[in-house]
């Protein structure tokens, strides 16, 4: 077994430990963003949820009662009057926790698609798009957040290429639960406007635009990464955005997976992947920013980097696990 097979293992296995992810005293199915070094959490996370159902299918197909008390946790989340897209532990509640974004909703309309057998992902998926239908505004279009308090400008909160992969992961899901007539007129136009946007600045958000553009428009994917992968620094690291910053995790995961599907591997990919590989723990968890110091583990990285270190070219890019 390889390194990257060793350290796709070990994060696979993290990623199946439910204790891990939902508070000794919380709701059952509960996933947390990040967890601390003595098992606490600041807050609970819908997206990572959707991320965690749509990778349970593909890696975890048996383990249906941890995707039942996922979607159950997801359905009271959602039954809320304004359920907010983080959902806070502590007093320290951030801007996200104000707003509904059609980015998350997106993504968790995609995990319980992947459990049609589940009757709660049925009614999930209909509670989803409840909520999704706030969104649209009087023009036909989907408003990237709704929010009662003013939202920061920033690329999760405006238009922008990174609604591809909005846009895919609903058509995804409507293959097994159907848009309503208006939600899928909306989907195809937030298709067709994010073809169009200019990069995004951050890899993060770009990234995600490639990720969509791989079924939407496959040829301006391999551009668009090839032009990060040439960003590449002499360490092997894509940094956080185009004049550098951060290393980061999910950035570095994210690119590796998008280069492997698109079949764009070379040396440069391959000291890549020996870094993420270097940053997996060896309980199989991720820190968002391996500089940082007693970093908590972060789940989305986790789950970028268990499929980057076990993606190939030969995936199904027209169903990518998260």
Known sequence: MSQAQAAAERIHAWLLRDALHALPAGPAGARCGVLGQTGSAAYLYPEIAGYHLHWLARRAGEHSPLADRILRWLLDWAAAAAPPARVSLTLAADWRSAGLFAFDLAMLRRGCARWPGLATAMNLASCIDNLLERLVD????????????????????????????????????????????????????????????????????????????????????????????????????????????????????????????????????????????????????????????????????????????????????????T
């Open 138 to 321: 009087a023009d036909g279009g989907i408003r990237a957040v709704l929010a009662e308090v003013p939202m920061p400008q920033r690329w999760s909160t405006t238009a922008g290429a990174y609604q591809a992969k909005v846009a895919v992961a609903l058509f995804a899901s409507a293959q097994t639960f159907p848009l309503p007539g208006r939600l899928a007129a909306a989907t195809l136009g937030m298709a067709t406007a994010a073809c169009r946007m200019p990069a995004h600045a951050e890899h993060h958000p770009e990234l995600y635009a490639i990720e969509g553009l791989l079924v939407l428009d496959r040829p301006q994917a391999a551009q668009r990464l090839a032009r990060l992968l040439a960003r590449i620094d002499a360490d092997g690291w894509l940094r956080e955005h185009t004049d550098g910053g951060r290393r980061r995790t999910d950035v570095q995961a994210q690119a590796l997976r998008a280069a492997r599907w698109l079949g764009l591997e070379d040396e440069r990919t391959a000291r890549m992947a020996r870094e993420l590989v270097n940053s997996t723990r060896p309980d199989g968890s991720l820190p968002f920013d391996p500089d940082a110091h007693e970093a908590p583990a972060n789940t989305w990285c986790a789950l970028f980097a268990a499929e980057a270190l076990a993606a190939s070219s030969a995936t199904d890019n027209a169903d990518m696990p």
